[in-house]
């Protein structure tokens, strides 16, 4: 049973940037590894955390539509960069910079998924914050939930075409200094 859910506390926590959040997920995105980082800033103990659907940690400020391409993308073979707003287990948010690939077996099979997430660039989440709030306030404005992610999703791919970038991918490289 996954536990109960945290109202967001509007407190921001963060991590040492020279640290990496890690986990694994089975095929339907269900923990089956956290590492220690994971648990201080999650604040789940790894009892919690094992066998819960990865959107344990989803904050409900994050557009549905960001999901969408993450599974869409490593469901089909390959990575995603992204960045997330995640939630611990007290309502605290952290932000991080996620790098999620698909795990395969010997026959090329995906069994699972591996998460990295590192401390974000500051600028870069100035850019990311309101494009994922105008994608919140359009998932929002609809009564029906799927018209709203069909609604966020075709404004996603809008706001990366009309920032010159052909994919969600060339658009995160470019405004994420360092990588």
């Not at 201080?40 to 969408?68: D, N, W, Y």
């Not at 795990?103 to 591996?114: K, L, M, N, P, R």
């Not at 870069?124 to 359009?138: F, V, W």
């Not at 995160?172 to 360092?178: D, K, L, Q």
Request: hydrophobic share 40%; proline share 7%.
């Amino acid at each position: 049973m996954e536990p109960v859910r945290a109202i967001p506390s509007g407190k921001e926590r963060i991590f040492p940037a020279e640290e990496l959040i890690v986990s694994k997920t089975d095929p339907k995105g269900r923990l089956t590894y956290v590492n220690d980082v994971f648990l201080s800033v999650s604040g789940f103990t790894e009892a919690e955390l094992i066998g819960q659907p990865h959107s344990i940690i989803r904050h409900p400020e994050m557009p549905r539509c960001v999901f969408k391409l993450l599974w869409d993308t490593v469901s089909s073979g390959h990575e995603l960069f992204a960045y997330v707003n995640n939630m611990s287990k007290n309502g605290d948010n952290y932000w991080v910079f996620a790098h999620v690939t698909p795990s395969f077996d010997g026959a090329g099979q995906i069994v699972g998924y591996h998460s990295n997430r590192r401390v974000p660039e500051p600028g870069a989440l100035e850019k990311i914050k309101p494009l994922y709030r105008r994608l919140l306030d359009e998932e929002n404005r609809h009564a029906d939930r799927k018209a709203g992610l069909d609604a966020s999703w075709a404004m996603l791919h809008r706001a990366v075409e009309d920032a010159g970038f052909d994919s969600y991918a060339r658009f995160i490289f470019a405004i994420t200094p360092n990588t």
